[in-house]
């Protein structure tokens, strides 16, 4: 058996087409969802989880009307 190595910080391309579109969707409600849940907690969690679901939004956009 050969040793295998992994680079930390190695990141691995989102598939492409409808597949992705789906995956990033899905993140995104996601994000949505985490964001809506700590409204009433702390404000910069929830700051992150917009700003996160705001990236994604924009990827998606691009992807859809390029």
Same mark, same amino acid.
């Given at each position: 058996? =050969?040793?295998?190595?992994?680079?930390?910080?190695?990141?691995?391309?989102?598939?492409?087409?409808?597949?992705?579109?789906?995956?990033? =969707?899905?993140?995104?409600?996601?994000? =949505?969802?985490?964001?809506? =849940?700590t409204?009433?907690?702390?404000?910069?969690?929830?700051?992150?989880?917009?700003?996160?679901?705001?990236?994604?939004?924009?990827?998606?956009?691009?992807?859809?009307?390029?």
């Amino acid at each position: 058996m =050969e040793n295998q190595y992994c680079r930390v910080g190695a990141t691995s391309p989102v598939a492409s087409g409808d597949q992705g579109i789906q995956w990033l =969707e899905h993140q995104y409600r996601y994000f =949505e969802q985490k964001a809506a =849940e700590t409204a009433h907690g702390e404000s910069r969690l929830r700051d992150f989880f917009e700003n996160k679901a705001r990236q994604l939004e924009r990827m998606l956009q691009n992807l859809v009307n390029p």
